[in-house]
């Protein structure tokens, strides 16, 4: 690997923004490393890299627009980058393709990408289907045209680094927030989807007790219904602000199809997760079985490891897969939870030595990215996308003892729990699709659940409409 350059700023002759603009020879092959930092006249700059293999390409700048090269795309004002002669030692990071893919409104970057066999072309296909999909859903909600291009670009971006050089996730994987933020990638992604102004988190108070038990070294489990792969981001959107140290602690029991997909690896990459082989899957290849069984087991025992020390907060959904919605009213419902999951997830809590908390928990938001309709077994499903309101909302925690009471077996008592958790979820769920779907808002709310927005300065008045969360970039 070539050795790494440290930069410096030069101050370039000031140049309107209609003027000329000077080419400057960039240095050549530029290393895959990171400098952790650039000082100049102009401040700081931080978490620059650049693509190697680059050589002899021109620099070309102009005052106050945006420079792109390599991964180096910010905002200048007459400013060259001139290699100094200290190397960096920081660690290296992949390339960046962002560049190429700031022309994608035209696909031209992703044919180019396709052309030079650096991806299928069905992936090629897929990503300009992605891209309009999500053109058309983000300018819905009103977000600007360079911004949609911008985040595209870099999703572009990471998605291709997949096929380039593949992530592997291991059993247990703590998201990636840096050099690069995995975790804002994907909230930023998702974030011009949601709309705010018509989503709702339920019992703020039950979120309020879950943290007080994390922070105590308590474990928490949540039961939930599972409708999207943008579920990880949706209830970290819905929680940020009021809860952020609850969205970032989450730990998501996912799919084998959610680190294997490359269109979903990198919003993966940026979420905890611990990496198991789904039932409905794990006999689709006879072959690999054995190794499926293997993984899993790994798994259980990462989750066994964490709940043991205390201080986690695990989400499960026990249906084992997303919802889906009735073939014949086509209305979407939580699918029915797998009562071994209940129970195995149940005896793990029980059987740590730290204390631990079973609650359930609803989501809505299936519109945003809404599932084939019938299961597949492929990797690399159509995914349509949506501009819609969402919800989330807890339940009261759920009690063995007192919801088994009356039970004769074992096997009974693991059947009256895992039912009643879901009673719960699907209670939760029908208050959220009255404030979100059919327009009631906050008045939906009922003695066991409480609706608002937190986001909003005027949450506790249903009839004033909530300021919606800035973009970040």
Known sequence: MATSQAFHFVPLPCRSQNSAVAPLTSPSRHSLHRSSSLKGPYGTIRNISFDRNRDNRSLWMKSNIWLVYGRLNLKVKNVAY???????????????????FLSVSTEAGIRKE???????SKAGYAMEELYHNYKDAALIGGAPVEKIVEIMATVLDRVLLQFEDPFTFPSYHEAIREP???????QNYIRLLLDFRNSYLGNTSYFDKIEAQLKQGENVVLLSNHQTEADPAVMALLLEASHPYLAQKLIYIAGDRVVTDPFCKPFSMGRNLLCVYSKKHINDEPELVDMKRKANARSLKELAILLRKGGHLVWIAPSGGRDRPDPVTMIWKPAPFETTSVENIRRLIEHSKAPGHLYPLALLCYKLMPPPIQVQKEIGEERLLGFSGTGLSVGAELHFEEITSDC????????CFSQAALEQVNAHYDALVQAVSHGKGMNASTDTLVLSQPWSVNSSTSNEKPRVPCHSS
């Open 180 to 186: 690069y933020d995995y975790y804002m990638f994907g």
């Open 408 to 415: 004769d077996s074992i096997d009974q008592a693991a059947e």
């Open 114 to 120: 396709v052309d030079a066999n650096r991806i299928p």
């Open 82 to 100: 001139v290699p100094s002669a200290s190397p960096a030692k920081t660690p290296g990071v992949a390339r960046s393709h962002s560049d190429t």
